[in-house]
């Protein structure tokens, strides 16, 4: 019940494309949804948030879209760019909770 | 702002020998803690977290330990290294009502 799930493992993108990650919860007490990206040799670098009030966040062309029902979120990368190649970490964690629990990650390339 | 320091970059170190990797948190009071460690091309595994000076929980039983002496410094140690502790090892922390902030991380590769 503390795990969060992620999807795909790997992903290969064309230049300009849409990139989308997915990412199912099971815990209800979960009420912050951060994603992460992260470069080789580097740590995770938080990239955008949502709360479940809201169905979906956007940040120039990253957009988180929120299910609270289906207990489902993802990340979609718009126009996507060889510079966004990159691993890519959903997470959840419960208001007062000590831990973020972190999907499996997706490896993002976006070729030129 | 906060930043968090963490060192050193990168390390190899022969089996048998001790670890200690430090990390410091500037710019904020009493984190909350964490170690992670990343196997290549894996995800992140919570290795330890801190939620106050002298207060370690670990996720994982294995050949490391952790101490927080002060109240923004977190350290991983080992007696003696394997050669299955090779990894990236992460350092965040997070404060009551922000998300979790990474160090820049230790490559360290047991020989």
């Known amino acids: 019940q503390q795990q969060v799930k992620q999807s795909p493992q790997s992903l290969i993108v064309q230049k300009g494309g849409i990139s989308i990650i997915n990412c199912a919860y099971e815990n209800t007490a979960f009420d912050y949804f951060p994603w992460y990206q992260q470069f080789p040799g580097k740590g995770p670098a938080l990239l955008i948030a949502?709360?479940?009030?809201?169905s979906e966040k956007k940040e120039g062309r990253f957009t988180i879209s929120f299910n609270k029902s289906a207990k489902q979120f993802s990340l979609h990368i718009m126009d996507s760019q060889p510079g966004d190649s990159a691993t890519y970490f959903c997470?959840?964690?419960?208001?007062?909770?000590?831990?973020?629990?972190f999907g499996a990650g997706t490896r993002l390339f976006v070729k030129a | 702002s906060q930043t968090i320091h963490q060192w050193p970059a990168t390390l190899v170190q022969p089996v048998g020998s001790p670890l200690s990797l430090e990390c410091t948190v500037e710019g904020t009071s009493n984190p909350n803690l964490y170690w992670y460690r990343q196997a290549a091309g894996r995800g992140l595994q919570l290795l330890f977290y801190s939620v106050g000076i002298g207060q370690i929980s670990s996720e994982v039983p294995q050949n490391l330990s952790a101490s927080r002496p002060q109240d923004r410094q977190f350290i991983l140690s080992s007696k003696k290294l394997l050669l299955s502790d090779s990894g990236f090892y992460l350092c965040?922390?997070?404060?009551?009502?922000?998300?979790?902030?990474f160090g820049q991380g230790t490559r360290l590769t047991v020989v």
């Open positions: 997470a959840a964690r419960a208001t007062g909770g000590f831990k973020t629990i």
């Open positions: 949502i709360r479940p009030d809201v």
């Open positions: 965040a922390w997070r404060g009551e009502y922000t998300e979790a902030f």
